[in-house]
T-cell receptor, first 115, second 111 residues
Framework: GAVVSQHPSWVICKSGTSVKIECRSLDFQATTMFWYRQFPKQSLMLMATSNEGSKATYEQGVEKDKFLINHASLTLSTLTVTSAHPEDSSFYIC???????????FGSGTRLTVV | QKEVEQDPGPLSVPEGAIVSLNCTYSNSAFQYFMWYRQYSRKGPELLMYTYSSGNKEDGRFTAQVDKSSKYISLFIRDSQPSDSATYLCAVSSGGSYIPTFGRGTSLIVHP
């Protein structure tokens, strides 16, 4: 089946630094990818929709200058958390739709800890 | 009112039990209903996908949708310790396929 590869799986960084998270669709082309954030025991919260070759669409309340999304090819989308702070510590997950209305394939997630 | 309500649990059952997981939703426009399983520190994986009302069975898993009461269920028969995970329901409309997720129910199946 379709696979979305996400890395790193976990990262620890210092406050004020930037972290890049990559998501690749391995055996299909993903014109659209979605980025989610998940706090412990909470639901997935959609942060932004990433479209290949165009600007991402951010959900209300998500700072686009802090969470930079790039979708330069049909198989790669990146999320960069800029000037990270401890409150940015969370589980970040990407996903892509792999067919017409038949659900989404998710990456394995990235646990970000900002110290 | 949240669009999708789901009891976070945890739900603890003995091995072999029948498990019932449920969600309610508020928007009658939702047409697609999904269940995802998420193991600790992993991304969700699609378990079941249904369109409109009715039942769908896949092995030990049965998804049920009752649109009249805006209620969706996932049943797991002969539960196994390997079923221990968080189960998230998700709904989406026909016009937009971006799903809205419940907060997930933590299931623990003990031997």
């Amino acid at each position: 089946g379709a696979v979305v590869s996400q890395h790193p799986s976990w990262v620890i960084c210092k406050s004020g630094t930037s972290v890049k998270i990559e998501c690749r669709s391995l055996d299909f082309q993903a014109t659209t990818m979605f980025w989610y954030r998940q706090f412990p025991k909470q639901s997935l919260m959609l942060m932004a929709t990433s479209n290949e070759g165009s600007k991402a669409t951010y959900e209300q309340g998500v700072e686009k200058d802090k969470f930079l999304i790039n979708h330069a090819s049909l198989t790669l989308s990146t999320l960069t958390v800029t000037s990270a702070h401890p409150e940015d510590s969370s589980f970040y997950i990407c996903s892509a739709r792999t067919g017409s209305g038949d659900g989404y394939t998710f990456g394995s997630g990235t646990r970000l800890t900002v110290v | 009112q949240k669009e999708v309500e789901q009891d976070p649990g945890p739900l603890s059952v003995p091995e072999g039990a029948i498990v019932s997981l449920n969600c309610t939703y508020s928007n009658s426009a939702f047409q697609y209903f999904m269940w995802y399983r998420q193991y600790s520190r992993k991304g969700p994986e699609l378990l079941m996908y249904t369109y409109s009302s009715g039942n769908k069975e896949d092995g030990r898993f049965t998804a049920q949708v009752d649109k009249s009461s805006k209620y969706i269920s996932l049943f797991i028969r002969d539960s196994q310790p390997s079923d221990s995970a968080t189960y998230l329901c998700a709904v989406s409309s026909g016009g937009s396929y971006i799903p809205t997720f419940g907060r997930g129910t933590s299931l623990i199946v003990h031997p």
